[in-house]
């Protein structure tokens, strides 16, 4: 039974704030002129991938506009070169090597020749111009009516998509219609190794720093199927061949031209056009890397997988998106009733969070998804706190396999901790890539130690809302209890207050206050970590005492360490004012100079940009929540009032400087009664990159702030949290709101909650049945009730 419509489209001519004005279209995103100025924002906007490959929103003719205007960009999840950091200053156990993703050789470029004059749209002039991006099915659709300078008109239209089905390949259907003349038309289709990666600026959130070209040609193939380049990494030694070939009726293949020298392979097509007549030509694109296959059989791969596509054809890979859309939307679907740039900007961000989630177990997510090189393409603990849930109660088995990619990294962890004078356990890295700790800056970065509780906490959940315990004996205990280990050996009892476990020299999620003693969400999210490992210890050694013996050998567990981390947890030091009656983000945070906001202009912020970090770290002033995610993630640990201090307390002295802190505030704010707050908090997010209210989109979308979205509408407005593995909903309507509804996924059962100035229903959607609970009461749904509604 399909309890939810996605056929509806909303457009309403409305004028948002932002640097581009979009129609607010309920499923797409489009411009109807084409918008120099904001081009290159537009390319991040615009950008389509599949968790494997990313191509920014370049147009496939060569960009002539304004130089900075651009940036030409294709990505690779996980493919990436390493770098040695350098140091003026050296120090033991320093980060030794940065990772960054890079830009691969472009195989979108067409360029379009009209007997002697090319077609670009900086020349000539614009009769009509069109493009938008469909989120139903996933095609990036072009339509332009040009005139040249010699007066030929044309129609062109291009269409693209990048495969959610088949995860190497990105296809284009490019069509030419002549509106007044006749005359030969020439086609030329490359593939360009000609790129670079953003070079590193002023700004810590961008670009990198490279010494040597990080690509190196190895050999190419230059044939009448096949256009192909094989690279070698300078420092990672991955290989990667970078590949395109062609179908077309109408166009006649001529010849090929390029070098290994030149690094561009062309392939040229003409074709006789009378007016009114349409050409069309289809060019298939795949990129295979030696992290996924043996180098040796790149090229060949590549030629198989190309050739079945050009069989196949444009519109079956359009039939496969569709579907596979399909599917998605109809377990991930937020409907909302009463705000359609709110609606347009929820969907705009789950269908980036799609393109851009790594779903083989060997990836991750970055920060700024594969729509652009901010953050250099790192993962961070974004994807556990902020992302997991999303692909948790919508996709499930893509959270699993974020959690895959952090047990395959449990090596490096391990050697990590080492580096960092722990003798056992593991410490997972703050940045990376490929494992290792790419943080140059330790003290916002090494020192975030709750990296480790974060990732037991995504764990935890995990397994409470699928209940895979096949997880558990393959992965999830011995990732959790080799990252317990460290908080024994970092923390202690002091000598002047025996009873406590202390954490001392560490950094929490606020980025504005580095290297304290006792940081609250440290040292909580540390005991709901020790206190879940034990949990697992006594589960399994009830349920699978083999496995159990099994584990505990191949990683050393000894008894004793089990009764420390009892012992630590019960202990945890969790600092607390009395006189301000709030939660102190640590032991010297309220005692530091409040921050003098009444004199920092705006153009002062981020205060990041503009301040030493010694001079933000002497105050009382947050980049985003820290003590309010503790709050939200340990829910139950905190009494009603307590929340309500400490949001008053804390909102005074937070810049927002991050993306990841509206959204905290907004759900903080809607389970304290602050519905205007709330409101105003999730409208930041909800439309950050769409607005780029952060003035950074540019440079790639921020996928942390996008789930925060759908953690705003489910958590915040819904009400949702689990705890002690059930599921708890305390809804409220929106006043700007009629309705809304979203849908859970929850142990093998699909529940669609729907929210209007009535009440609330309750329906099972599939499976056997569900157990949850609203507000106080306790609710149960079967087969036989599969639905139930209760009136505000």
């Known amino acids: 039974m399909n309890v939810i419509s996605i056929t509806e489209t909303i457009t309403v001519s409305l004028p948002v704030d932002s640097h581009h004005t979009f129609a607010l279209d309920s499923w797409k995103i489009s411009e109807g002129s084409y918008d120099v100025k904001n081009n290159y924002l537009l390319e991040s906007l615009f950008a389509q991938g599949n968790g494997t490959i990313g191509l920014r929103g370049t147009h496939e003719e060569s960009y002539c506009g304004p130089a900075g205007s651009s940036q030409e960009g294709n990505y690779l999840n996980g493919f990436y070169e390493s770098e040695p950091i350098t140091y003026p200053e050296n120090a ?8 960054f993703m890079l830009n691969l050789p472009n195989g979108k470029g067409l360029e379009l020749w009209l007997a002697d004059e090319v077609f670009n749209l900086a020349n000539g002039r614009i009769l009509s111009y069109q493009r938008e991006l469909d989120f139903k099915t996933g095609i990036l659709t072009r339509i332009v009516r040009w005139e040249s300078p010699k007066g030929r008109q044309i129609e062109v239209q291009s269409e693209r998509l990048v495969s959610f089905v088949e995860r190497h390949l990105y296809a ?20 360009d190794a000609n790129v670079q990666n953003l070079a590193a600026g002023d700004d810590p959130r961008v670009g990198s720093k490279i010494s040597t070209p990080p690509l190196k040609i190895q050999r190419y193939q230059n044939t009448p199927t096949m256009q192909a380049m094989e690279h070698k990494t300078t420092h990672s030694e991955f290989h990667l061949v970078s590949a395109i070939a062609h179908a077309s009726e109408d166009w006649t293949a001529e010849e090929t031209t390029g070098s290994a020298e030149q690094q561009v392979l062309e392939r040229y097509f003409s074709a006789q056009i009378e007016q009114g007549r349409c050409l069309s030509l289809c060019k298939f ?25 050009c069989q196949r054809g444009f519109d079956y890979l359009a039939t496969q998106q569709a579907a596979y859309l399909d599917a998605f939307w109809q377990k991930a679907n937020v409907e909302i009733a009463g705000d ?50 999303f692909f948790l109660y919508s996709k499930p088995e893509i959270a699993r396999k974020l959690l895959e990619y952090r047990y395959r990294g449990l090596a490096h962890a391990r050697q990590r901790a080492r580096e960092m004078g722990h003798q056992q356990g593991a410490l997972y890295p703050w940045r990376t890539i490929g494992g290792e700790e790419c943080s140059a800056y330790f003290p916002a970065g090494s020192a975030q130690y ?32 080799e990252t317990a280990r460290i908080w024994l050996d970092l923390g202690h009892y002091p000598t002047s207050r025996p009873e406590v476990f202390c954490i001392n020299e560490v950094t929490g999620p606020d980025e504005y206050t580095a290297l304290v003693n006792n940081n609250y969400y440290t040292n909580a999210m540390a005991k709901a970590h020790l206190e879940f490992a034990l949990s697992l210890v006594e589960q399994l050694q009830q ?23 009892r012992k630590a947890a019960q202990s945890m030091y969790l600092p ?15 005692s530091k100079k409040i921050w003098n906001f009444s004199d920092t202009t705006d153009d002062k912020y981020p205060l990041l940009l503009h301040f030493h970090p010694l001079v933000i770290y002497r105050h009382q002033v947050c980049k985003q929540a820290d003590l309010l995610l503790a709050m939200l993630l340990l829910t139950d640990q905190f009494t009603l009032p307590e929340k309500r201090r400490n949001f008053e307390y804390y909102e005074k002295i937070t810049t927002h400087d991050s993306s990841l802190s509206s959204c905290i505030f907004s759900i903080i704010a809607a389970e304290i009664g602050e519905h205007e707050k709330a409101y105003s908090y999730f409208m930041e997010t909800a439309r950050l990159d769409l607005d780029d209210t952060h003035n950074n989109t540019k440079h790639g979308i921020h996928t942390a702030a996008m789930a925060g979205t759908w953690m705003c509408i489910a958590y915040g407005f819904g009400g949702m949290r689990m705890i002690n593995g059930e599921l708890h909903f305390s809804p409220n309507l929106p006043q700007q709101w009629q309705h809304y509804q979203f849908q859970i996924n929850f142990k093998r059962a699909t529940l669609n909650i729907r929210i209007d100035k009535e009440g609330t229903e309750y329906r099972l959607v599939d499976g056997d049945e569900i157990h949850f609970h609203h507000g106080e009461q306790s609710m149960h749904l079967n087969p036989e009730q599969r639905c139930v509604f209760i009136l505000k």
């Open 285 to 309: 694109g795949s990129y295979f890397s030696s992290r996924d296959y043996p180098a040796n059989g790149l090229m060949e791969r590549s030629a198989e997988y190309l050739e079945q596509a």
């Open 450 to 481: 709750h990296i480790n509780a974060d990732i037991a906490y995504a764990v935890k959940q995990y397994l409470e809302a699928t209940g895979d315990n096949d997880f558990i004996v393959n992965g999830a205990a011995e990732m959790v209890w």
């Open 172 to 191: 284009i259907r490019y069509r030419v219609t002549a509106l007044n003349f006749n005359a030969t038309l020439r086609l030329v289709s490359t593939l």
């Open 576 to 590: 607390y004012d009395e006189a301000l009656k709030i939660h102190a983000q640590d032991d010297s945070f309220l």
């Open 340 to 389: 359609p740039a709110l609606q347009q900007g929820i969907r705009f961000n789950q269908f980036h969070l799609l393109q851009s989630v790594g779903r083989d177990g060997q990836t991750n997510i970055a920060a700024k998804g594969l729509s652009g090189e901010g953050y250099e393409g790192h993962y961070f603990w974004d994807t556990e706190i902020y992302i997991l849930p």
């Open 92 to 99: 033991f156990g320093l980060a030794r090597n940065n990772h």
């Open 543 to 565: 349920k699978s005492a083999a496995d159990y013996s099994r584990i505990k050998k191949h990683i050393g567990l000894q008894d004793e360490e089990i009764i420390a981390w």
